[in-house]
């Protein structure tokens, strides 16, 4: 599912897995319990799986987009959290979906929480997203250096972001820039021969033991999601026949309680 988002928009290739590993990363760095890593992990692998239904003219436009485009774009955050509300597993993980485009003063969306009614969780998807966003080239910007990306969060503590959380981003990057830069250059090939993007991979993430023990496996999950990128492992990907169907019922007009469009 991560892979069909991405797919989507050709400028955001390999987006979700980069986001998520950074995620992952700053949830460590933050001492989040094992549990709420692995919520983390997930809802930051799907926050853009709203954007399933958004149209392809919109998310593909090689341009900044319109107000009224721009409103349609903003939809992708309740479309995603709507998608996966009847699956019960997903109950803990779609808060950090619903609300990583809120801001910290308020003035985000779809619901305007404000300080510390966004969910940690969003708050730190909110961070990795936007960190990926300046540090990969988009048809409007060019790509920022990392200290540079790192600097403007900073700047946009307070209204944007949690000062706390971009500071504990900040410090886990100093901490360890090499894996960042293997975050940065991780891709992903096209859905058929991309490896399935597996849950029991977060959890070897999050799996308990000493600092370095966990730095060295961090290495080892990157290196071996890299291996999948490149098709070194047997594929084992989602039926490109399952995301059509999927889009579809996306794309399908949302009904009242009595039946009508």
Same mark, same amino acid.
């Given at each position: ?77 309740e479309k995603g959290a709507q998608m996966l509300s009847k699956i019960t597993a997903m ?62 969060? #900073?700047?946009? *503590?307070?209204?944007?972001?949690? &000062?706390? @959380?971009?500071? +504990?981003?900040?410090? !886990? ?62 594929? #084992?990907?989602? *039926?490109?026949?399952?995301?059509? &169907?999927? @889009?579809?019922? +996306?794309?399908?007009? !949302?009904r009242d309680p009595a039946g009508q469009a």
């Open positions: 599912l991560a892979a069909a988002i991405d797919e989507k928009d050709p400028y955001t290739r390999g987006h979700s897995d980069r986001v998520s590993r950074y995620a992952v990363i700053l949830a460590k760095q933050l001492g989040l319990t094992k549990r709420d890593i692995l919520h983390v992990h997930i809802s930051s692998l799907f926050h853009d799986i709203g954007k399933i239904g958004i149209e392809d003219k919109i998310l593909r436009k090689p341009a900044m987009l319109t107000d009224q485009e721009y409103a349609v774009m903003k939809q992708h955050p109950r803990d993980i779609i808060p950090g979906i619903r609300f990583h485009h809120e801001r910290w003063d308020g003035t985000g969306y779809p619901k305007q929480l404000k300080g510390e009614q966004i969910p940690i969780a969003a708050r730190i998807v909110a961070v990795a997203d936007a960190f990926d966003a300046m540090t990969t080239n988009r048809p409007y910007q060019k790509a920022m250096t990392f200290d540079t990306a790192i600097q403007r969060l #900073v700047e946009l *503590s307070d209204r944007v972001y949690d &000062r706390r @959380v971009v500071a +504990a981003f900040a410090d !886990a990057y100093r901490a360890g820039e090499d894996r960042w830069v293997e975050v940065r250059d991780l891709d992903v090939v096209d859905l058929e021969t991309r490896g399935r993007v597996e849950l029991r991979v977060g959890r070897i993430a999050v799996a308990g033991g000493e600092s370095a023990r966990e730095s060295q496996r961090d290495g080892a999950l990157l290196r071996g999601q890299q291996g999948v990128a490149r098709g070194e492992r047997e594929p #084992v990907g989602v *039926s490109p026949e399952h995301v059509r &169907r999927l @889009v579809g019922r +996306a794309r399908e007009p !949302a």
